[in-house]
């Protein structure tokens, strides 16, 4: 005697064959969770050593006091707060990150020329730590995932349109502004991995 399957659940076991064999093959994409990225130690961020917060901290105040002495008004803010990283795919947080922290570096590089080199330099030296081990999470991902789509290609749209766009002291604010956010906020939830919801 011969089993008959009825046709929804035949349709639906080719289906899940067709998707196993095609993922197995790498045709279809399947984005790497961080913690199982060799190479992408991003859990050592999720809280910074006292000595490298309160740099930050100097450095903050430092700059806030020098936009005092400027004047200065901005249409827009290139890093907005109505964002946030929970609003990503796990594997799309260090893409985000990056473009932001890659912005963070080139405005706060520039402004290490100026009179506040010295208090600068530190939070820089830890900036520039992080954003290396960042990169190593970032082509990986990339390249396993889709391309960036929907909330993650406008922010990193945003960010690209706003470096061009915005004045320089207008990107000094919002860097600056936004600092302790990228901090505590998004480099814990990337480094959080999973577990940022």
């Given at each position: 005697m011969r089993m008959q399957l009825d046709l929804p659940v035949g349709c639906m076991l080719v289906l899940m064959l067709m998707t196993m064999v095609l993922t197995r093959m790498g045709a279809v994409p399947v984005p790497t969770p961080l913690s199982a990225l060799p190479g992408c130690p991003m859990a050592q961020f999720k809280s910074l050593p006292p000595q490298d917060m309160k740099a930050f901290r100097r450095a903050k105040d430092a700059l806030e006091e020098?936009?005092?002495l400027k004047n200065?008004?901005?249409?827009?803010?290139?890093l907005p707060r109505t964002r946030d990283?929970?609003?990503?795919?796990v594997w799309e947080r260090p893409v985000a990150l990056e473009a932001e922290l890659a912005l963070t570096l080139k405005v706060l590089g520039a402004m290490a020329n100026s009179t506040l080199g010295d208090i600068l330099d530190q939070p820089l030296h830890t900036l520039r730590y992080i954003?290396?081990?960042?990169q190593a999470c970032v082509p990986a991902q990339a390249t396993a995932g889709p391309r960036p789509r929907g909330y993650l290609h406008r922010w990193l749209r945003h960010l690209e349109e706003a470096s061009k766009r915005e004045s320089p002291a207008c990107l000094e604010a919002s860097v600056t502004f936004n600092?302790?956010?990228?901090?505590a906020r998004d480099l814990n939830c990337v480094a959080s991995g999973d577990l940022c919801v």
């Amino acid at each position: 005697m011969r089993m008959q399957l009825d046709l929804p659940v035949g349709c639906m076991l080719v289906l899940m064959l067709m998707t196993m064999v095609l993922t197995r093959m790498g045709a279809v994409p399947v984005p790497t969770p961080l913690s199982a990225l060799p190479g992408c130690p991003m859990a050592q961020f999720k809280s910074l050593p006292p000595q490298d917060m309160k740099a930050f901290r100097r450095a903050k105040d430092a700059l806030e006091e020098s936009f005092l002495l400027k004047n200065w008004s901005c249409s827009s803010h290139p890093l907005p707060r109505t964002r946030d990283l929970r609003q990503l795919q796990v594997w799309e947080r260090p893409v985000a990150l990056e473009a932001e922290l890659a912005l963070t570096l080139k405005v706060l590089g520039a402004m290490a020329n100026s009179t506040l080199g010295d208090i600068l330099d530190q939070p820089l030296h830890t900036l520039r730590y992080i954003h290396t081990k960042l990169q190593a999470c970032v082509p990986a991902q990339a390249t396993a995932g889709p391309r960036p789509r929907g909330y993650l290609h406008r922010w990193l749209r945003h960010l690209e349109e706003a470096s061009k766009r915005e004045s320089p002291a207008c990107l000094e604010a919002s860097v600056t502004f936004n600092l302790f956010r990228l901090l505590a906020r998004d480099l814990n939830c990337v480094a959080s991995g999973d577990l940022c919801v």
